[in-house]
């Protein structure tokens, strides 16, 4: 009798875990999305800007999955986990597990009073956010095209949180607005981007380099930085900030935080402040040893005892380690300690410019957006190669 794996969620935990999981034909692999695809957030920020396309930051789960002949594909939405039955809640039936992999992310952390901005406010984690902000935007540039009154206006954005999210997403929107307003032969002083950083700096943590080189170039860009302040609170279409000073603002974008998607928040084990999972160091939960947790929903520390960030490289390791110890202990062997740590950090900083942080090394620049281009590339080419493999193999079946 064949063993079965679930994996829950299909980004880029999920699918690394899978992928390694899928070359040992004993086992039963069953991936579970919420969505047919997989969104490749680290190109996200470039479809809100209008910088890319909506079809290059996808990558179709049936079509990736139909290539392995012991992987299935769910296109199902996860109600909640029984570990003691060994079950998978789902709206419209169960799914049992010999071994749980978790890989479900985490979704934007947004205010307590974020019903009363809902219609004029948005995260930025997934596909849908991307394609609502880019939407909004074209939509409100399209009315100042039309209409001089409105192109007149003023028109501020509110960006919550200045880590890499928030500056990527500042930085890809302003160049975006100053280009389209160059060559459409109009004044871009009515549109304000507010970035907001909690800490004295952006990029709070980085490198100074990387810090020093990310605070030029927006401030180049004309990006509107507010250090050392948090969103105290929302008033209709203001925003009241800790230290007392007030933006009037348009739109909102949720960039200051994450926390754990909702099914996991009935999930009994121990977490931390975030809501991500804790796990040991073979990145299995501490309550239960046939389930691993990878990627944004647990909570990584490196050697040092210091927490990781949640990146696509995290996500990617995890599910390459928890898979291989799933594997060792099936056959009885000694499970290895996962050693996870950032190679490197690439950012957007608007248009064909990027910043790259190696540890030994930083550059920045149109090189360096060179080189974050070609990283994305390494990475997504391989998966559409497979998708349209499986894709035909698919229509083969379907004749």
Known sequence: MSHHVVILGGSYGGIAAMRRLSKYPELKITLIDQHP?????????????????????????????ANFENVTFQHRTVDSINPQKKVILLPDGNCTYD???????????????????????????????????????????????????????????IIGGAGLSGVEIAAGMQHFFNRYYRTNTLSCATLHIHLIASRETVLNGMHP??????????????????????IASIDKHEAVL?????????????????TSTPCLETFN????????????????????????????????????????????????????????????????????????????????????????????????????YLVKKLIERLYKWPLWWLASKG????????I
Not at 297 to 319: C, H, V, W
Not at 334 to 349: D, E, R, T, V
């Open 37 to 65: 695809y997989h969104f490749l957030q680290t190109e996200g920020y470039e479809l809100i800007s209008s910088n890319t396309s909506f079809e290059e930051t996808i990558v179709s789960l049936p079509s990736l999955c």
């Open 99 to 157: 071994t749980l992999i978790i890989a479900l992310g985490s979704v934007t952390k947004r205010f307590k009073c974020d019903t009363t901005v809902y219609n004029y406010s948005s995260g930025a984690k997934s596909l849908r956010g991307a394609l609502r902000l880019n939407q909004f935007f074209q939509d409100e540039l399209y009315k100042r095209l039309e209409s001089a009154k409105q192109a007149k206006e003023n028109f501020n954005i």
């Open 391 to 398: 894709f035909t193999k698919i229509n083969s079946c379907e």
């Open 209 to 230: 380099h990387i810090i020093k080189i990310a605070t030029k170039r927006l401030k180049k860009l004309r990006v509107k930085v507010h250090t050392q302040s948090r």
């Open 242 to 258: 800790t230290n007392e000073s007030k933006i009037p603002f348009d739109f909102m974008i949720f960039a200051g935080g994450t």
């Open 269 to 368: 084990v121990e977490k931390n402040k975030k809501g991500q999972i804790v796990v040991d160091k073979y990145l299995r939960s501490k309550t239960y040893d046939n389930i691993y947790v990878i990627g944004d929903a647990a909570a990584f520390i490196n050697k040092r005892g210091k927490p990781l960030p949640p990146t696509a490289q995290t996500a990617i390791q995890s599910g390459e380690i928890a898979a291989n110890n799933l594997i060792r202990s099936l056959h009885n062997k000694p499970l290895k300690q996962a050693n996870m740590h950032i190679k490197g950090i690439a950012i957007a900083l608007g248009g064909k410019y990027a910043a790259i942080d190696l540890g030994f090394i930083h550059f920045h620049g149109y090189p360096a």
